[in-house]
């Protein structure tokens, strides 16, 4: 099983509003991923947690905050975002910060 | 620093028939991994196929293969047998595997199938 999931599948958020999306895997991986993505461009990697620890941050925004309560679960709260935020958000678990990364359906984030 | 080149950004392929998409990359590491991933409209990322940079026997999945081609850096996806639920957007990827490395991805070749 190499599923991700991730909710909610849209949102539409105005500027002052504060909102969060959520990942979760039970494959056991212990590295996890958000990405931003555009429409006809590839995924920019956004934040990693390595066995629930920050990893990598790509120097994101603060207005985008992760957070990572268990191995299975990832987090990306969400305040006072701007339209240009606008975008898919993917989630990505791999079983170690060196393995094959597996990606969730993601959120589609509309910043009125 | 490390590259991925998709020269192709559109493609098109008539139902049954094979086509090649194509992916140059760049890199210094000598233990990297390449990948394939299929994003349809339905925006999904899917994995199709995975090659170690080590191996030398080029990997397959079914309808798909790849024909690595290291000392070129060359790093091509083959689709057999065309089916209209292969459209989708192609990347390519490289990953290099040491802890703080990130997927690189290429800029994606968006595939029709023709009925």
């Known amino acids: 099983d190499t599923e991700v999931t991730q909710t909610p599948k849209h949102l539409v958020m105005g500027m002052t509003n504060k909102k969060s999306l959520k990942c979760e895997q039970h494959m056991g991986h212990r590295a996890m991923y958000w990405y931003k993505q555009k429409a006809k461009k590839p995924p920019e990697l956004m934040f990693v947690?390595?066995?629930?620890?920050?990893?990598i941050n790509e120097s994101v925004p603060s207005r985008f905050s992760p957070e990572c309560p268990n191995s299975s679960l990832l987090n990306l709260h969400l305040h006072a975002l701007q339209p240009e935020d606008s975008a898919l958000y993917l989630c990505?678990?791999?079983?170690?910060?060196?393995?094959?990364?597996?990606f969730g359906p993601g959120t589609r984030l509309l910043v009125l | 620093a490390q590259t991925v080149t998709q020269s192709q950004p559109e493609m098109s392929v008539q139902e049954a028939e094979t086509v090649t998409l194509s992916c140059t990359y760049d890199?210094?590491?000598?233990?990297?991994?390449l990948f394939w991933y299929k994003q349809p409209p339905s925006r999904q990322m899917i994995l199709v196929i995975r090659q170690e940079a080590y191996k030398q026997q080029n990997a397959t999945e079914n309808r798909f293969s790849v024909n690595f081609q290291k000392a070129a850096k060359s790093f091509s996806l083959k689709i057999s047998d065309s089916q209209l639920g292969d459209a989708a957007m192609y990347f390519c990827?490289?990953?290099?595997?040491?802890?703080?490395?990130?997927?690189?991805f290429g800029e994606g070749t968006q595939l029709t199938v023709n009925p």
């Open positions: 990827a490289l990953y290099w595997s040491i802890r703080g490395s990130r997927l690189t």
């Open positions: 890199t210094s590491e000598s233990d990297y991994y």
């Open positions: 990505a678990s791999s079983q170690d910060q060196g393995g094959t990364q597996y």
């Open positions: 947690y390595s066995y629930e620890k920050l990893s």
